[in-house]
């Protein structure tokens, strides 16, 4: 890999990729819409030599394709609002391929669990039979299929797919995401779905070195690869460690299908997690198997560990003073 792209590069997966890349030391550009959250993002990494700010919206080909400039590989970590996915995603997609193709690029794109559907085995392989029978399930399995497609001749893809994650940079990208803020701020808090069953998150650092890894294996592209979380655990367990790290303890409400369609009355992406309650109550977990033998070992982060950094950097962000 001599120089990458990442788009999004302020998002959740975006600016852990970021990160990685500067810290092996690859030359990368940081792509994403808000010179704001860009130079945020630079001060934070210590604004490297080798790294390099594009402001530009990734729904243009154009502007991608400008700010590639010396690229071989492009980090595909944009996403789009989650109540937007079934008009937006392949657009984007389609975008980001295009600019490829024009380019010669190679290209990661990030993705997740939905296009598997319900689960019918403990560990779900990458060979793992695509079944969606959701909205959002069905549109990430043409996502794939569009990025896999013939119409992109000059360009190589693979797709990484991970569990629900959580990390520091993880905000409301993720379910975890706005309860570990409110954890974190001392604030009352909501957690998405049953808080009973244990299911997979993977911590975003150890992702992003798993996706970054990957990235310069040639002959990783043209694959799907899992990038498998170091454990699981019930939300019961997850707002333990996260309220003792924070040293505050306020209360967390589960929030099911009843919660969520009320709250979707005033936030309209909320009514949108409800047909991906499922994977709540019947939780896929991700098999690390193929990495593993092609890649090397996985990195893994416990539970305990990963949640307590996540939470002490969040106060630190957020100015909050931990009593303990």
């Known amino acids: 890999m001599k120089k990458a792209i990442v788009l999004g590069a302020t998002g959740g997966t975006g600016a852990v990729v970021t990160a990685e890349l500067v810290k092996r030391g690859v030359p990368v550009i940081a792509f994403g819409r808000s010179r704001r959250k860009l130079e945020e993002l630079a001060d934070e990494l210590g604004h490297p030599s080798h790294l390099s700010l594009s402001v530009g919206d990734a729904f243009r080909p154009d502007d991608i394709a400008v700010a590639s400039t010396e690229a071989d590989v492009l980090f595909h970590c944009a996403n789009v609002p989650y109540h937007e996915m079934e008009s937006k995603l392949i657009p984007l997609g389609e ?47 043409a996502f794939e299929q569009m990025i896999f497609s013939g119409r992109w001749p000059h360009a190589r893809a693979m797709i990484v797919r991970l569990p629900d994650y959580y990390g520091p940079t993880a905000n409301q990208a993720s379910y975890l995401g706005g309860t570990f803020e409110a954890i974190a701020a001392g604030k009352p808090a909501f957690f998405i779905g049953n808080m009973k069953v244990p299911r997979e998150y993977v911590y975003l650092p150890d992702a992003a070195e798993m ?55 005033f936030v309209p992406v909320m009514k949108e997690v409800v047909e991906m309650l499922y994977l709540t109550e019947e939780p896929l977990r991700l098999s690390g198997d193929k990495y593993k033998r092609h890649i090397g070992p996985i990195p893994t982060t416990k539970p305990a560990d990963g949640i307590a950094a996540t939470i002490r950097e969040l106060q630190k962000r957020m100015h909050v003073k931990n009593p303990s």
């Open 95 to 141: 975008s980001v391929m295009e600019a490829a193709n024009r380019l010669s690029l190679k290209v990661v794109a990030v993705d997740g669990i939905y296009p598997y559907g319900r689960g019918r085995s403990d560990w779900i392989t990458e060979e793992h039979p695509k079944q969606p029978h959701t909205k959002k399930g069905r549109v990430r399995l």
């Open 211 to 265: 996706i970054v890894e990957l990235a310069g294996r040639d002959q990783a592209y043209g694959q799907n690869w899992h990038i498998p979380g170091s454990d699981i655990i019930s939300g019961y367990e997850i707002v333990r460690i996260a309220r003792q790290a924070s040293g505050l303890k306020k209360p967390v409400i589960s929030l099911g299908r009843t919660g969520l369609r009320l709250l979707g009355l």
